[in-house]
Nanobody, 117 residues
């Protein structure tokens, strides 16, 4: 059973930065996508960013130009550099992994990001 373990969340002031990490519990290969989604209180879970094993990225409109997704395939880890944080970025950030063409997606337990002055 694949597990995803996130780290790096916390509380920061507006304009600050954080780096989130998500490590898979075992080696992953093949055509796959790793990414991040977030869910704020009272709102639906939304796309933050995804990155295929081959390097294709996709960002949510609200985070373009501020967030950067990257991955280290050798470490089975995906990262999210989040910059210029705004109060509306406050949410639980979830790591996601899926094999392209497969029905199942895997989720991490979530890490809280709070932006507050």
């Amino acid at each position: 059973q694949l597990q995803l373990v996130e780290s790096g969340g916390g509380e920061v002031q507006p304009g600050g930065s954080l780096r989130l990490s998500c490590a898979a519990s075992r080696s992953i290969s093949g055509l796959n996508i790793m990414g991040w989604y977030r869910q704020a209180p009272g709102k639906q879970r939304e796309l933050v960013a995804t990155l295929t094993r081959g390097g294709t990225t996709n960002y949510g409109d609200s985070v373009k130009d501020r967030f950067i997704i990257s991955r280290d395939n050798a470490k089975n880890t995906v990262y999210l550099q989040i910059n210029s944080l705004k109060s509306e970025d406050t949410a639980v950030y979830y790591c996601n992994f899926r094999v392209i063409g497969a029905p199942r997606a895997y989720w991490g337990q979530g890490t809280q990001v709070t932006v507050s002055s």
